[in-house]
């Protein structure tokens, strides 16, 4: 299939509103506003077709600029529709356009409070708190901005709780071999990249990665040495892998045996994405400490940590805090999101999904002949292909289909969860021919 282009057609250069420099308008102001102050109306950033190099490289950006969103498809600057299986990185699960979504940011910022600070109590923050607390192992909640922050905080607050029970050797944070749990100093320490890690060295004390397996972990998780184990329920950038419930059975064991944390990172798995609200559930172990963000509010930035009673009964005001994390606006459009995300008929949908989803990816894999694996639940799921991913994305991407990768021979498919049958059908027929 090629890109429609019945999209409605959309300028190219968006005019923006012009910002008077502060001297005009401070002398409009002192005289009263009599007239119209001479102003430069040339607007300071252009919609161009071509990238901007103002953006600093920190990303290998695909050559489109997109304007628009509708259901699971994204609009570009000229015009194309593109199928979204990204939801920009797990976070747009409801799709684009959602008029609830749209409504509840409405009345968030018809309450009047965008941000409040921490120092206060609000509506917003405790409801949303109250409900993720009821409807999860947790009995707290800490809010924060982002996936690599929630980590860092839960890393923060697993610490403080093994040095009251252990003493100041106890501090280990110890990830596994495959994980990706952002790209801040310790978060860094605990994911398995070395090229994100090497040039940034020394990383935060520590903090280490080690194999996937038992034995191993059984050698290194030393009651008087580890705080901390942190584990994606299934591993997101690291290729898609969905681990085994009877490994995270042994280490909920291993860790409560020994008097170490369990963190759960669920920032790209969580919140409905394996088709159940939470990706524990799926294996019936509950952590001690749990991270999410992308999905959460809704495209807005916002992370959060759950805690279990007692570890957060080791955490006193000063230990931790961020001034954004929990603003009433994010928070209200967060309350909205959870609700529609743990629907049970959303849930049962990304269920159902995902079984369909790996029969059509095992018929294409012996159509094709391209690829060597499939892996995934719900509507996140991972392909090793023989060619370079970036090269079928690219092939895709031309022929009306944005994916993701996870490793350098591995696709990731994350579709918006609100996505139809006959919209992942219309995708995986686009899929087959960029992989053929
Ligand atoms: C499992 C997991 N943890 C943490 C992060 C970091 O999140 P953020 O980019 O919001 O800092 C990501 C981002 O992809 C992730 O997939």
């Known amino acids: 299939m090629t890109p429609s282009t019945s999209g409605a057609a959309l300028p190219l250069s968006v005019p923006l509103p012009v910002v008077p420099h502060a001297a005009t308008s401070a002398a409009t102001s002192a005289a009263g506003a009599a007239r119209a102050p001479d102003v430069d109306v040339t607007p300071v950033v252009t919609c161009e077709r071509e990238p901007s190099a103002a953006i600093l490289g920190t990303y290998a950006r695909a050559p489109i600029t997109l304007v628009r969103g509708d259901g699971a ?36 910022v018809d309450a009047g409070l965008v941000h409040a600070s921490n120092l206060f109590h609000t509506r917003a923050a405790a409801a949303l708190a109250e409900w993720l607390v009821n409807h ?11 996936g690599a922050e929630a980590n860092e905080g839960a890393f923060k607050f697993a610490r403080r709780w093994a040095r009251d029970r252990g003493g100041p050797a106890k501090h280990e ?40 397996d038992l034995d191993e972990l059984e050698g290194v998780l030393a009651a008087e040495t580890a705080a901390a184990v942190i584990v994606e329920p299934v591993q997101g950038e690291g290729g898609v892998r ?4 009877g490994f995270l059975r042994e280490l909920r064991a291993l860790t409560r045996e020994r008097d170490i944390a369990l963190i759960f990172d669920e ?3 969580g919140l409905g994405r394996t088709g159940w609200l939470f990706a524990y559930e799926r294996s019936g172990v509950e952590p001690d ?8 509010a809704g495209g807005l930035p916002m992370g959060a940590v759950l805690l279990s009673a007692e570890i957060a009964g080791a955490i006193r005001p000063g230990d931790h805090g961020t001034t954004f994390g929990g603003g ?43 690829v060597r694996g499939i892996r995934g639940a719900g509507l996140m799921w991972g392909i090793d292909v023989r060619a370079p991913a970036s090269a079928v994305i690219g092939r895709a ?18 579709p918006p969860l609100t996505i139809t049958r006959e919209a992942l059908a219309r995708g995986l027929a686009i899929l087959e021919d960029a992989l053929a």
């Open 289 to 296: 400490l749990l991270t999410l963000a992308k999905p959460l």
């Open 136 to 146: 999860s192992f947790a009995d707290r909640v800490f809010f924060c901005n982002s």
């Open 73 to 108: 498809e994204l609009i570009d600057i000229e015009g194309r529709r593109y199928l979204d299986f990204t939801s920009g990185i797990a976070v747009n699960a409801l799709g684009y356009g959602d008029p609830g979504l749209r409504e509840a940011m409405h009345a968030a």
């Open 267 to 269: 920032v790209q798995c």
């Open 173 to 212: 944070i110890i990830g596994v071999r495959g994980s990706f749990h952002g790209r801040l100093f310790a978060s860094l320490g605990t994911t398995d990249r070395p090229g994100y890690r090497q040039p940034f060295r020394p990383l935060a004390g520590g903090a280490y990665v080690v194999e996937r």
């Open 397 to 414: 991407r031309e022929l009306g289909l944005l994916l993701l990768s996870a490793g350098d021979h591995t696709l990731r498919l994350l």
């Open 328 to 370: 009433p606006f994010v928070a209200a459009v967060a309350r909205y999101v959870v609700e529609r995300l743990a629907d049970p008929a959303l849930l049962a949908a990304v269920r159902a999904h995902g079984d369909w989803m790996q029969e059509s990816l095992l018929a294409i894999a012996d159509r094709c002949g391209t």
């Open 242 to 245: 969905v681990l085994d419930p």
